[in-house]
C-alpha cells in the first residue's frame, strides 16, 4: 500500500534480447507492436481511385461498344472499336491499379512498385499518345503523375514505416 500523494510505482516487463553488431553498421531498432498507419491510408486512397477508373473504363468500353453497333459508318465503327481498345487498356491497368492499392495497405513493397511501375506507364503512354498525335506532351499530367508517385512512394521513403513493410 502506498501513501497518500505518492507517486504510482512503475514496473517495466518484457525480456531482454541480446543484439550482436559489427563495427561502423547503423542499427534501427523496430519495436513489434504497433504499425504506422501511413500505408493503409495511401492503400486506400490509391485502391479506391483505381477503383473508380475501373467504372470509368467500363463506360468507355460501353460507349464503344454502342458507338461500334449503331454508328452506321465506317468511321464510327473505326472510333468505336479504338475507343473498346483504350477502355480494355484503361480497365486492365486500373485493375492493376486496385491490387496495387490492396498491397501497399497490407504492407507490401510489391504494391508500391507495382504503383510507381503504373505512373511510369502512364506518362510513357501519354508522351506515346502526344507524340503521335503531334501534339506537345502535357506537362500538366506528367507533374500529376510526378505529385502521385511521391505520394505512393512516402511508405518506403519513410525509414520508420519502410523498415515495418515486407
Known sequence: MQPQGAPPEQVLTGSIQPVVVMPHQQVM??????????????????????????????????GGLFLADVGGTDDATAIGGFLITLGIIALIVSLVGVYAGVEIARYKKRGVYVGLALIGFSVILNLAMTTYSGETPDLFNIGCNGICAVFIALPLMISSIGAQME
Open 29 to 62: 531498432v523496430v519495436q513489434g507492436g504497433q504499425r504506422d498507419s501511413l500505408p493503409i491510408v495511401i492503400g486506400v486512397v490509391y485502391g479506391l481511385w483505381n477503383l473508380l477508373l475501373v467504372g470509368l473504363s467500363g463506360l468507355i468500353v460501353i
